[in-house]
């Protein structure tokens, strides 16, 4: 059997395993130890670090992919110190892991590079990005007048974090590249690894490529139907299509660059549609 589509059902059905978890751990009253999905990533993992040994240039990015998953699974039940002290930090100790993995075995620079590359800025794909910027903040600002403002549980959460509109950028620079490095990067470059590491710019549009896409762009949208912005299930469908595009933007520039432009103007207008939805309510 073809090794790399080998690599690839394990990625997929990892991932897959991974969001059930993420929709059954919120509603249990109390969280075991030993689940079946963490069994089953825990061995994903033993899995994965075998066969890295084995092939490491081409095992390193299933490597890395397979250690946030299992950093993730771990976060429902582990409770360190620093977690109420410090939980920015705890919520990103995924992110975190992929970077320490990269560092430290053979071969994570260039997966690395690969997940953040920018990319090459062609003219059509400067003009598609500034058309599909426009389009994010007239579906935003839609969204958020359908569901006549009340955003749901984000709101709260963001309104902590956004006090007044200074902090607007560093919103939306620092969530927009995390999720676009997930998503677009390790992710996407995963379920495409060798095709992508190896031309880093997929020109042609293949069966492949559409497949990897709208994938990483489902997950996306499921980690935002409850809780993201938009929500619901007009907030997947928005988020799911949107990432499916982003998806193609990254493939067809070969980096992260143009779809973290994108994800900049949507955090920044999440933003503004926070800070004024506050003004309203206090008003």
């Known amino acids: 059997m073809d090794q790399t589509l080998v690599l690839g059902t394990v990625a997929v059905s990892g991932l897959f395993v991974n969001h059930v978890e993420k929709f059954r751990s919120p509603k249990c009253e109390e969280l075991a130890l030993i689940t079946p999905e963490r069994v089953y990533l825990f061995s994903l993992l033993a ?39 410090y939980p920015l930090l705890f919520d990103y100790l995924h992110v975190l892991s992929v970077v320490l993995t990269a560092l430290i075995f053979p071969y994570g620079g260039s997966a690395l590079t690969t997940f953040l590359s920018p990319g090459s800025m062609t003219a059509p794909l400067i003009t598609a990005t500034a058309g599909l910027c426009f389009v994010t903040i007239i579906a935003l600002e839609t969204w958020s007048m359908c569901v006549r403002r009340k955003h749901g549980g984000i709101q ?128």
């Open 47 to 85: 899995f994965m670090v075998i066969w890295y040994f084995s092939s490491p240039s081409s095992g390193i990015v299933h490597l890395i992919l397979a250690v946030k998953l299992v950093i993730e699974s771990l976060m429902w039940v582990w409770e360190p110190p620093f977690k109420w002290e």
């Open 156 to 283: 709260a959460i963001l309104e902590d974090s956004i006090q007044s509109v200074y902090m607007i950028p560093v919103f939306a620079g620092v969530n927009a590249l995390i999720e676009e490095a997930e998503y677009r990067g390790v992710i996407l470059c995963t379920l495409l690894s060798p095709d992508i590491a190896a031309t880093n710019n997929t020109t042609l549009i293949s069966s492949k490529v559409i497949a990897a896409c709208l994938f990483q762009a489902i997950l996306f949208g499921l980690d935002h139907y409850h809780g993201g912005f938009p929500s619901g299930v007009s907030g997947f469908i928005l988020v799911t299509g949107w990432g499916f595009v982003l998806g193609l933007l990254r493939c067809l520039s070969g980096g992260i660059l143009l779809s973290y432009v994108t994800h900049i103007v949507a955090d920044a207008t999440i933003g503004f549609l926070v800070l004024r939805y506050k003004k309203v309510a206090d008003d």
